[in-house]
């Protein structure tokens, strides 16, 4: 799937990644590759997603995963992951900032 990053048309979802963790929470067995995935696709292009009807964990564990757990997503780089790349990518407007 890296591979594919060299594409400025393709992006990636991350989601269900609770449910390939071969740890529990914070599922550190899948934090090196969540990297790697960040490194290749960068914010604008790897986009947070859940699928709450398979995982083991709890909703708010698969968001913290992402907003807590992995020291090197932080600050713009979180916000984009989080949901403001996607609307980017598929052109919806965001809310105005006060």
């Known amino acids: 799937m890296l591979a594919l990053a060299k594409y400025p048309n393709v992006a990636v979802k ?3 990644q609770a449910g390939y963790a071969e740890d ?3 599922f550190r067995s ?3 590759h969540l990297h790697r995935c960040f490194d290749a ?3 604008d292009r790897m986009f947070w997603g859940t699928d709450i ?3 083991h964990c709890t909703w708010r564990q698969c968001v913290t995963l992402f907003t807590e757990e992995l020291p090197w997503l932080k600050g713009r780089d979180l916000d984009l992951v989080m949901g ?3 609307c980017n990518w598929v052109g919806w407007p965001l809310p ?3």
């Open 84 to 86: 403001e790349a996607l």
């Open 96 to 98: 105005a900032q006060s």
């Open 41 to 43: 696709f960068g914010p």
């Open 24 to 26: 529990a929470y914070p």
């Open 30 to 32: 899948l934090h090196p």
């Open 53 to 55: 009807t398979r995982m």
């Open 14 to 16: 991350a989601t269900a």
